[in-house]
């Protein structure tokens, strides 16, 4: 069965800390995402990795960064948290869209409070 | 204006009640993607299309490709039906989705 983990349920951290979250998948995917949802803006991809290494800048990449070190896994860093970063952060793999178009697994969800 | 759009944006039915949420984009698409999300956060795919219509059990959807339009329909709805419905956008010759602000559905006994 396909599994896409996230390292953390519920993240309390202070402004100006640095935070990793981090996401694995089981399913030999190729690419993998981070997105953060907001009330009434719905999900925002932050940055989009689509082999070891590479990555790729989505809608609102300021204030993150990402490492893609291995094949499964994939870490969002805020490098100084701040108050605006507050959401919920979700984590989610697929296929290359080579030949066909794909579905994405989605990891539960890390909701990050920073205060 | 969103690329993706839904409506209602909020959605009230009696257990039994036939649903239907409503998704319409602008951009050129590879497959549209329904999800769901119950409270919590985690999210589901329920189906992925890119023309006709698709069935899993009370849930179908549809895609009309020259409208630009998709519907998620529900039968026969349930209170364990009730969650966010997300439809989202697979950009044609990309690997990237655009999602709408999704659908929240209480489903009444």
């Known amino acids: 069965d396909v599994k896409v983990t996230q390292s953390s349920r519920y993240l309390v951290k202070r402004t100006g800390e640095k935070v990793f979250l981090e996401c694995v998948q089981d399913?030999?995917?190729?690419?993998m995402f981070w997105y953060r949802q907001d009330p009434g803006l719905g999900l925002r991809l932050i940055y989009f990795?689509?082999?070891?290494?590479?990555?790729e800048k989505g809608d609102i990449p300021e204030g993150y960064s990402v490492s893609r070190e291995k094949k499964e896994r994939f870490s969002l860093i805020l490098e100084s948290a701040s108050t605006n970063q507050t959401s919920m952060y979700l984590c989610?793999?697929?296929?290359?869209?080579?030949?066909?178009?794909?579905?994405?697994?989605f990891g539960p969800g890390t909701r990050l409070t920073v205060t | 204006k969103n690329e993706v759009e839904q409506s209602p944006q909020n959605l009230t039915a009696q257990e039994g009640e036939f649903i239907t949420i409503n998704c319409s984009y602008s951009?050129?698409?590879?497959?549209l993607h329904w999800l769901q999300q119950h409270p919590g956060g985690g999210i589901v795919s329920l189906f992925m299309?890119?023309?006709g219509k698709k069935k899993h059990g009370r849930l179908i959807a549809t895609i009309n490709i020259q409208e630009k339009h998709s519907s998620l329909h529900i039968t026969a709805s349930h209170p364990r039906d009730s969650a966010v419905y997300i439809c989202?956008?697979?950009?044609?010759?990309?690997?990237?989705?655009?999602f709408g602000t999704g659908t929240r559905l209480q489903v009444f006994p």
């Open positions: 989610a793999s697929s296929l290359a869209t080579g030949t066909g178009a794909y579905e994405q697994y």
């Open positions: 399913m030999d995917h190729e690419n």
């Open positions: 990795s689509y082999d070891v290494k590479m990555k």
């Open positions: 951009v050129g698409i590879s497959a």
């Open positions: 299309l890119s023309s």
């Open positions: 989202a956008a697979l950009v044609y010759n990309t690997d990237k989705l655009i």
